[in-house]
């Protein structure tokens, strides 16, 4: 069974490990990743995602911090060469003059079980920290820790298509108060922008396919790695998972693609895989990126799933239409819906088949009372009869007040699949879909009622055109996905 594998961009700083006379001052293995747009603008770009990195498990590291800027504002406080602080003994703690203008700010307290967000920064309390939702600690076997940030929030002086070098420090003090810095890993670069990654893994012969793809007007070369995520979690850890490919070479023209392949060892069937490639060349050279494919698993789907529509039907009611081709162990649908504050249980639909099994088509419907006035996302979450679940594509409806224009959502798109709500729902329109080039992507002809799915889409930005058949008049809206 081939399946096409759902890939989230993260960005990964280069693995970099220093270490002073005294190994508490070992830090590596630091991965930006699961990056999700916020909000976007023409000259930023905001975005969350979550960090990861080890350091020595000890009470010298009671304070960490990280500091991030654009290349070309890379102030170079610490005196860094090849990830090195060149300054002897520690070292003050950067003010906010020294820091010149950081687009990224992390303080964490490290004193306790798990680590704790600062809200101020010690050495000079005029500079912003960034929030973050929570934290984590992971004991590693060789005594350090993988320190785990979700949700941290940060937004680049730039917009989001643009292809950007990141530069980063990453400090940490055994004083409780902050002001000296005794442990340095400095000058760590990594790209945005710049390469994707894509692909599928076939289940049948255990191997994975894809290609990387060049954003940019030159040529880049670099090599690639392989790692399976053997616990699942979604998280490269270089010091966890295991690499089962190691480097390999590519060169991929401007503007241009490079096809990737290899096997997949029986040991690591269903695991996600992450790829990993590094530029040599170019101005983001020596920066790092990770591809993480989603694994489907090559076990039976509990629930295959035909179709999927959401329709607004008056201006109180939602038509819910789903269709199976084959349910196992199933004991029904919940329906969950987003208006914006969160998702909610809104109904749960037994399942048709019999004993919670069956091989034929079989077709499901809910009306829910929604007389929301904006976008409202609907879900369907199968649960098995031991309480395993599997969530279905979202679907998005138009608000009750929303008319006269198409709805677009989410736009930017960071998963490449986004669902588009027409301005009338009974119109009969044609659909074509086209990269920055004008080249067309995907076309759709004669499409009636009021939403359109699209997905597997790679990063870009793409045009979509809409012509009404019986009125000839087009519009176009523009789609970006990360």
């Known amino acids: 069974m081939k399946s096409i594998l759902r890939f989230f961009i993260v960005t990964f700083l280069l693995v970099v490990t220093m270490s002073k006379s005294d190994a508490q001052c070992t830090v590596s293995d630091i991965v930006i990743q699961n990056v999700r747009p916020v909000a976007s603008t023409p000259v930023s770009c905001s975005v969350k995602f979550d960090v990861t990195f080890n350091i020595e498990d000890n009470n010298g590291n009671k304070l960490i911090f ?7 504002d890379y102030p170079d406080y610490f005196h860094c060469v090849n990830g090195h602080t060149t300054l002897n003994g520690s070292i003050a703690a950067p003010s906010v003059t020294d820091l010149g203008n950081p687009f990224l700010n992390i303080g964490l307290n ?23 939702d929570s934290a984590g600690k992971v004991l590693l076997p060789d005594g350090s820790a993988n320190i785990i940030l979700y949700g941290v929030v940060a937004t680049t002086p730039v917009a989001c298509s643009t292809p950007i070098v990141i530069v980063a420090d990453l400090w940490s003090s055994q004083a409780a108060n902050g002001q000296r810095a005794h442990c340095v890993n400095c000058g760590i670069r990594y790209s945005a922008g710049y390469l994707n990654t894509n692909g599928f893994v076939n289940c049948i012969t255990l191997t994975y396919s894809g290609q990387i793809v060049n ?12 790692f399976a995520d053997i616990n699942n979690d979604g998280y490269f850890t270089p010091a966890m998972d295991t690499l089962i490919r190691d480097s390999t070479s590519f060169s991929v023209a401007a503007l241009g693609a490079t096809a990737i392949s290899g096997p997949i060892p029986v ?22 990126r990770v591809s993480l494919f989603r694994s489907a698993q090559c076990a039976a789907l509990p629930v295959t799933f035909k179709s999927l529509n959401a329709n607004r039907i008056s201006r109180s009611n939602v038509m819910l239409k789903w269709e199976t081709e084959t349910e196992i162990n199933n004991s029904g649908f919940s329906i ?3 208006t914006g504050i969160g ?11 019999m004993g919670g099994n069956s091989s034929s088509l079989l077709t499901y ?73 004008g080249k067309a992507i995907k076309q759709w002809s004669s499409v009636t009622g009021n939403t359109l799915f699209v997905e597997k889409l790679y990063s870009g930005v793409y045009f979509l055109r809409i012509t009404g058949q019986e009125t000839g008049v087009q519009k176009v809206e523009k789609i970006v996905v990360y």
């Open 215 to 226: 954003n940019t007007n030159s040529q880049i070369d670099g090599f690639y790695r392989v």
């Open 110 to 132: 490290n004193n306790g079980a798990i680590p704790v967000a600062l809200t101020s920064y010690p050495p000079d309390a005029s500079l912003p920290l960034a929030a973050i």
């Open 343 to 353: 998702w909610e249980v809104v109904a749960f639909i037994t399942t048709q088949a």
């Open 336 to 338: 969950e819906r987003n």
């Open 365 to 437: 419907s809910f009306e829910d009372i929604n007389s929301t006035s904006g976008v409202s996302q609907y879900r369907i979450r199968q649960i098995d009869f031991d309480g395993k679940s599997k969530l279905s594509d979202i679907r998005a409806v138009r608000g009750y007040a929303q008319t006269g224009k198409v709805i677009i959502y989410p736009n930017p798109s960071s998963n490449g699949s986004v669902s588009i709500v027409f301005e009338d729902k009974e119109g009969v329109r044609n659909v074509v879909l086209t990269d920055m080039n």
């Open 267 to 288: 040991a690591n069937r269903n695991q996600n895989v992450f790829i990993v490639t590094t530029q040599t060349s170019g101005a983001a050279s020596g920066a790092s």
């Open 66 to 72: 990280i500091h991030a800027w654009l290349q070309q």
